[in-house]
Each structure stands twice: as structure tokens, then as C-alpha cells.
């Protein structure tokens, strides 16, 4: 789990790991088979560009982006 929210570290996560942030998690997991981004809309673009990059499998909740352009460049990376 990523949340950058302080009272997110009081939750019962069932022994997921809790992480502040993308660059965090994929520091310490090396291996990590998929990634689902379910988050506000606005993070969207910048958490499913980072993950793309690293070329680590992801579902993204809908919407995909805020906009089409968003939306364009996401599928460019991920043809890449």
C-alpha cells in the first residue's frame, strides 16, 4: 500500500507493507508483479507514467487521466 497520509501508518493493513510513496516501494521491491493505482484522479498521470517507465505491469481505476492528451501520452509510454 502507498499513502503519503500519516494516519494511514494506524491502519491494519493484514501484512501488506505500507510505503509514502511510489519511488519508496519500488526501492524496496524489486520484483513486483503488478500494481493497481487507485487513487484521486488527479495522481493518476504522474503515478501511471512512473510505473510505466519501470515497466511494471498496472491497472489504473478509471479515469484512465484527466484528459485526452493525458490519456495519449500514458499509451505512448506504454508502447514503448
Known amino acids: 500500500v ?36 487507485a487513487s484521486s484522479t488527479k495522481t493518476h498521470y504522474e503515478l501511471t507514467e512512473s510505473l510505466l517507465r519501470l515497466k511494471i505491469p498496472l491497472l489504473v481505476e478509471k479515469p484512465l487521466a484527466r484528459n485526452f492528451q493525458e490519456a495519449q501520452r500514458l499509451a505512448g509510454i506504454a508502447k514503448d
Open 2 to 37: 502507498v499513502d503519503p497520509r500519516e494516519e494511514t501508518t494506524q491502519l491494519d493493513l493484514q501484512g501488506s507493507e505500507w510505503f509514502t510513496s511510489v519511488d519508496q516501494m519500488t526501492g524496496k521491491i524489486k520484483d513486483l508483479e503488478a500494481v493497481v493505482v
